[in-house]
């Protein structure tokens, strides 16, 4: 069946990158535009950029353009979302998720999630 | 950026009960819009798409409806495995917005 499946939580000191991995199955990886979207403890969920897999093309959010790079590995339908010079502000629970046009671009799957922890 | 402003953000209810949550759009956003449920420590999953659009095996007590910029998920007859947060999304305009989410709690 369709899936994505994300890299382990992880902690990292302020200033640090972190890069999560979101490995997908089931489906033509290059056909499926795959998003990022992120959720502080208590928030709302924060869009944060998007691949289109089968030209590596991205846009991002600009609140977090500079700091934020998704890329993919065609190889191993995966894409990956590294995420630099990391605050406090930067805890949060991250998502991968796949965009379908015919279900007018909405997210029909998601990953677990990846928990990413910014502590000194 | 288009903001989201769902409402309430908070309702409390009993199974059975109608309960209605709005999405209002700061502008026009057509149809592309979707409703989303979340259960704590796990990820949104999707009930409604263009507004409307019931995702397959989403059962058919939550509906969609749209007029202008103001959107509205229903649920006909609340279940206890439907009490949980839901969210709308605008997948119109870039950057992808949601509200502020509704949580559902027992009465």
């Known amino acids: 069946q369709v899936q994505l499946v994300q890299s382990g939580a992880d902690v990292k000191k302020p200033g640090a990158s972190v890069n999560i991995s979101c490995k997908t199955s089931?489906?033509?990886?290059?056909?499926?535009?795959l998003h990022w979207v992120r959720q502080a403890p208590g928030e709302r969920l924060e869009w944060m950029g998007w691949?289109?897999?089968?030209?590596?093309?991205?846009k991002y959010s600009e609140k977090l353009q500079g700091r934020v790079t998704i890329t993919r590995d065609r190889s191993e339908s995966t894409s990956y979302m590294e995420l630099s010079s990391l605050t406090s502000e930067d805890t949060s629970i991250y998502f991968c998720?796949?965009?379908?046009?015919?279900?007018?671009?909405?997210?029909?799957?998601w990953g677990q999630g990846t928990v990413v922890t910014v502590s000194s | 950026d288009i903001q989201l402003t769902q409402s309430p953000s908070f309702l409390s209810a009993s199974v059975g009960d109608r309960v209605t949550i709005t999405c209002r759009a700061s502008?026009?956003?057509?149809?592309?819009l979707a409703w989303y449920q979340q259960k704590p420590g796990k990820a949104p999953e999707l009930l409604i798409y263009?507004?409307?659009t019931l995702e397959s095996g989403v059962p058919s007590r939550f509906s969609g409806s749209a007029s202008g910029t103001e959107f509205t998920l229903t649920i006909s007859s609340l279940q206890p495995e439907d009490f949980a947060t839901y969210y709308c999304?605008?997948?119109?305009?870039?950057?992808?917005?949601f509200g502020g989410g509704t949580k559902i709690e027992i009465k």
């Open positions: 998720a796949r965009g379908v046009p015919n279900l007018g671009d909405a997210f029909d799957i």
């Open positions: 089931g489906y033509a990886f290059n056909n499926y535009a």
């Open positions: 691949i289109n897999p089968g030209s590596a093309n991205t």
């Open positions: 502008q026009g956003i057509v149809s592309y």
């Open positions: 263009a507004a409307s």
């Open positions: 999304q605008q997948i119109h305009t870039f950057p992808l917005t």
